[in-house]
């Protein structure tokens, strides 16, 4: 298995546009994660799936954050309208016999 | 917020020698697990120990958990430079689905 897989890994986008982040977690995990990451605040649960199905989205910041588990496969991250201070690298990740396989991040910058 | 909390938040220690990180969390859980990122990569799982266990050993790693005191530590045994990361603590609460909340992290950096 090629493990969770995120794209892209660099994103530079001007304040105002749509981001859009992609997950495909590891096939058979039931659970999958969106979490951010800054030096200031480290690492953030956004939200996390289970069986498709958001169990908590208490950690997405603002309405400006979306994020869809259409099917076991694959996970979007959607930021409208994207803001300087959403710079900061986001992970997923999927869980399997407990332990959690993160993605390798998308680095977000928006100018 | 954030469940677990180490300390200390960095460490610089010579190669060889032993590093000891903790963490403390505030509510009852099922597990406690300890991952590993190096700069600029995802996290990668070292240990997890359940809430029934006292401690844990995986090869230069041993962990100990007291749920009397909600607090674990990650001990690395004769470090090396390749050790050098940050260090993070996650727990997964009782009854939460699965849930992982994680720490801010040691930054631990072994000097040659």
């Known amino acids: 298995d090629a493990g969770v897989i995120q794209s892209p890994r660099h994103e530079v986008t001007e304040m105002g546009q749509e981001v859009t982040l992609r997950c495909k977690p590891i096939s058979g995990h039931n659970s999958l994660f969106w979490y951010r990451q800054t030096m200031m605040r480290g690492l953030e649960l956004l939200i996390y799936?289970?069986?498709?199905?958001?169990?908590?989205d208490s950690g997405m910041p603002e309405d400006r954050f979306s994020a869809k588990m259409p099917n076991a496969s694959f996970s979007t991250l959607k930021i409208q309208p994207s803001e300087p201070r959403d710079s900061a690298v986001y992970f997923c990740?999927?869980?399997?016999?407990?332990?959690?396989?993160f993605g390798q991040g998308t680095r977000l910058t928006v100018v | 917020s954030q469940q677990g909390e180490e300390d200390p938040q960095a460490l610089s220690i010579q190669e060889g020698e032993n590093a000891t990180m903790n963490c403390s969390y505030k509510t009852s859980i099922n597990n406690l697990q300890w991952y590993r990122q190096n700069s600029g990569r995802g996290l990668v799982h070292l240990i997890l120990?359940?809430?029934?266990?006292r401690e844990k050993h995986s090869g230069r790693l041993r962990v100990t958990l007291d749920t009397s005191k909600k607090s674990s530590s990650l001990l690395i045994t004769a470090s090396r430079a390749a050790d050098t990361a940050s260090y993070f603590c996650a727990t997964e609460m009782l009854g939460g689905n699965n849930r992982l909340a994680f720490g801010k992290g040691n930054q631990v950096v072994v000097i040659p």
């Open positions: 990740a999927s869980m399997g016999r407990g332990e959690a396989f």
């Open positions: 120990i359940r809430s029934n266990e």
């Open positions: 799936f289970n069986n498709n199905v958001p169990i908590d």
